[in-house]
């Protein structure tokens, strides 16, 4: 079954380590993004790629940085976390055309303490 | 500037009455208008796209409609199980392809 896949679901870190969210998608989808949504309010799109190779930063400036060396695999990292990262972190995917619908991830609920 | 607004940000129902949600957007070059459903503590469930004025989707109790300046998401006699955050998205040709959301309608719907 074609899905979009986040892990962990939930992390719990000390500031200052160095952390990698992990996104994957079985739906061959070019398109991937990074949302960033804090309890109770909007999504913030952080980073996105069109295909292998090309990363974007969205319109939430964000420390975090991102890779795309495989079509499926979109991760996140942080290299030092602060308390200011705790937030839920979405992944979702698309196919590249104009105007088509994106699929989500089930979210990392990321608390830095 | 390029803007997504959802009116009310918080509504609640009783069940089978009906009501409207609203997605007002201001961006020039309209890709795409999206409509998802979000519960608590998971990413947001994809719904409907429509992609021009006077275009209406329908799911089970959901139709969506589109203006040139606005969607409504109309929920005809909802039960509790529609209870959910309901976010409207937009793509547009100014915006590089990106999906840009609104803030959200929280929808209650009791017994």
């Known amino acids: 079954e074609a899905d979009i896949y986040q892990t962990p679901r939930y992390l719990v870190i000390g500031t200052g380590k160095k952390i990698t969210l992990e996104c994957s998608q079985t739906?061959?989808?070019?398109?991937m993004y990074w949302y960033q949504q804090d309890p109770g309010m909007e999504l913030h799109l952080i980073h996105y790629?069109?295909?292998?190779?090309?990363?974007e930063k969205g319109d939430l400036s964000s420390e975090s940085t991102v890779s795309r060396i495989r079509t499926e695999h979109f991760p996140l990292t942080l290299e030092s976390a602060r308390p200011s990262h705790t937030s839920q972190y979405l992944c979702?995917?698309?196919?590249?055309?104009?105007?088509?619908?994106?699929?989500f991830g089930q979210g990392t609920r990321l608390t830095v303490v | 500037e390029d803007q997504v607004t959802q009116s009310p940000e918080a509504l609640r129902l009783q069940e089978g009455e009906s009501s409207s949600l609203n997605c007002s957007y201001t961006?020039?070059?309209?890709?795409?208008l999206f409509w998802y459903r979000q519960d608590p503590g998971k990413g947001p469930e994809f719904l409907f796209t429509?992609?021009?004025a006077g275009e209406e989707k329908e799911k089970e109790r959901l139709k969506a409609t589109l203006t040139k300046k606005e969607s409504f998401l109309h929920i005809t006699a909802p039960k509790p199980e529609d209870s959910a955050t309901y976010l409207c998205?937009?793509?547009?040709?100014?915006?590089?392809?990106?999906?840009?959301f609104g803030a959200g309608t929280r929808l209650a719907v009791h017994p």
């Open positions: 739906m061959g989808h070019d398109k």
């Open positions: 961006v020039s070059g309209l890709r795409g």
């Open positions: 979702a995917s698309s196919e590249l055309g104009l105007g088509t619908e994106a699929f």
């Open positions: 998205a937009v793509m547009f040709s100014g915006g590089y392809n990106k999906l840009i």
């Open positions: 790629s069109y295909g292998v190779n090309s990363t």
């Open positions: 429509l992609y021009s």
